[in-house]
């Protein structure tokens, strides 16, 4: 049955915007692009599943087409939900069971870090990677921590967070807890100087690989938890995510494309940099010294959806000595577990090709992101470390 809000494909006026800001129809002749595949495609879709087409795979769900449209059509969601409904992919695909299951391996992973990280990084292992698994040989992984944020929130720093009289609860997401803890500290750091103490609720993955790889009824069964736990005796306090990704799941996806009902958390979520920037807006500045820092930022494609990349610029221009250069709007191509697979490789370095370019010629110390997975790409395929805002802040107010 057709719903009623599933018809934006109807609101299409052909006028082919989405296609000229596709970065894989660019890069591709394989893919026709979100106006073909998407509302044209939905319309045949209905009459008959069976007119879909395994073009469809190559969408990234960068969701920059939606950005683009000006009749407000659905694209990216249309073209995810025909790929996972119509495609029909139920065969047991390891490599891509693994990469969404983040909480498991991360879990494990941790544990064992040493050994893991270690094992991940020696070429033979990678050349097996390659040949078994479909994963580039190019990949470097993210290292694993040797713990998991949480438990060092436990340990460390939750003592210390019932001193502040306003708080916020922290979704820290699954790099944070297993491949980033300093960006977990970096937060705590930097709301304490806003005057907020850090709360943290039971939380699983977010669910956006669970979606890229096709497992929507797990991706349904974690954001149920997530929105029970995160729904649970946290007031009116803002729930803050770090991972611009989580932040549109929590917001948007869950209803949107899950179709489960977050009205009793979606109007608390904030992705951090619109949190501090409101806190900047109303004058709470903590003092930070110069940073005498260059930088270039890049902006990630679905906080460009979600509108939220004024509110970082707003608050790295506050940070004193940090010089930035605004890199032009591009996709880097990696889109979650995308760049991680053999057949989407090419695909992927050609979209992100521009953007490594701009990164070169800019000359940075650094590049600043707010995603982890650009932060991947990036520097997988240029020389620079790349940071959070959050960190950037972090490192201004460390200065002594
Ligand atoms: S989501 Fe990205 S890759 Fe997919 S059709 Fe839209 S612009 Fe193209
Ligand atoms: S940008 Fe929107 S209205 Fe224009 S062709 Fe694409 S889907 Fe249709």
């Not at 609860?169 to 807890?177: K, L, P, T």
């Not at 490594?356 to 240029?382: G, H, R, S, W, Y």
Request: proline fraction near 4%; include cysteine.
């Amino acid at each position: 049955m057709i719903k009623i809000e599933n018809i934006s494909f109807d609101h299409c006026i052909k006028c082919t915007v989405c296609t000229m800001y596709c970065p894989v129809s660019q890069a591709t002749h394989l893919f026709p692009g979100p106006k073909a595949s998407g509302p044209d495609a939905e319309r045949l879709r209905i009459k008959n599943p069976e007119l879909v087409d395994s073009s469809l795979k190559f969408c990234t769900n960068c969701k920059r087409c939606e950005i683009a449209c000006p009749s407000d059509v659905k694209i990216a969601e249309l073209i995810q939900n025909a790929k996972w409904n119509y495609l029909k992919i139920h065969w047991f695909r390891p490599r891509d069971f693994f990469m969404s299951r983040t909480d498991l391996v991360g879990g494990i992973a941790t544990l064992f870090s040493g050994i893991v990280n270690f094992i991940i990084g020696l070429s033979i292992v990678r050349i097996f990677m390659h040949l078994f698994l479909k994963i580039p040989f190019r990949t470097v992984f993210p290292k694993y921590e040797k713990t998991t944020f949480r438990r060092i929130f436990k340990k460390e720093l939750r003592w210390s967070q019932s001193e502040y009289s306003k708080k916020v609860i922290y979704f820290h997401g699954c790099y944070v807890n297993y491949n980033n803890n300093s960006l977990g500290r970096d937060f705590v750091k930097v709301m304490n100087a806003l005057g907020y103490g850090v709360e943290m609720k039971k939380e699983k993955c977010c669910g956006v690989p669970l979606i890229a790889n096709g497992y929507i009824e797990k991706a349904k069964k974690n954001a149920v938890y997530n929105i029970a736990s995160l729904q649970k005796g946290g007031g009116d306090s803002k729930i803050v995510a770090t991972s611009s990704s989580c932040t549109f799941a929590l917001k948007n996806e869950y209803s949107s494309f899950l179709e489960l009902d977050n009205s009793g958390i979606a109007d608390r979520i904030e992705f951090v940099t619109r949190f501090i920037y409101n806190e900047f807006l109303s004058g709470n500045i903590p003092k930070m010294k110069p940073l005498g820092i260059r930088a270039a930022y890049h902006s990630p494609c679905h906080l460009e959806r979600m509108g939220g990349v004024m509110y970082t610029l707003g608050i790295l221009k506050k940070i004193p000595g940090l010089e930035l250069v605004v890199l032009n709007s591009e996709c880097c191509g990696i889109a979650g577990t995308y760049g991680f697979k053999n057949e989407n490789y090419d695909i992927s370095q050609s979209v992100g090709k521009s953007l490594f370019n701009l990164i070169d010629k800019a000359v940075p110390e650094f590049v600043i992101t707010d995603c982890e997975t650009c932060k991947m790409q990036i520097e997988m395929n240029t020389k620079y470390k790349v940071l959070h805002p959050v960190t950037a802040i972090a490192m201004a107010l460390d200065i002594k």
